[in-house]
Nanobody, 112 residues
């Protein structure tokens, strides 16, 4: 299984970013995909997930601001992040929860 995250960057508070995650080595369409983040001083936490059938869940801290989606034809999951806050700063990872594997992550930095 290989996971490649991209799309991170530095933005000011209130800005937006869209993260992408391309997976290989799995039957992408049937696997739940989830986004996680590691923020400074905190444990890695789940941010959002989407099942193969499209059921979506969000952490309370990002509800209304983040949108997870997937394109099974491209083996890619996305995380649209709007109204970013400084506390969203961290490294963002994606993975199918059924597999114990992590990509390199992508850094998101939000300045006040």
């Amino acid at each position: 299984v290989q996971l490649v995250e991209s799309g991170g960057g530095s933005v000011q508070a209130g800005g937006s970013l869209t993260l992408s995650c391309t997976a290989s080595g799995i039957i992408f369409s049937i696997n739940t995909m989830a986004w996680y983040r590691q923020t400074p001083g905190n444990q890695r936490e789940s941010v959002a997930s989407i099942t193969g059938r499209g059921r979506i869940d969000y952490a309370d801290s990002v509800k209304g601001r983040f949108t997870i989606s997937r394109d099974n034809a491209k083996n890619t999951a996305y995380l649209q992040m709007n109204n970013l806050k400084p506390e969203d700063t961290g490294i963002y990872y994606c993975r199918p929860p059924a597999y114990i594997v992590w990509g390199q992550g992508t850094q998101v930095t939000v300045s006040p």
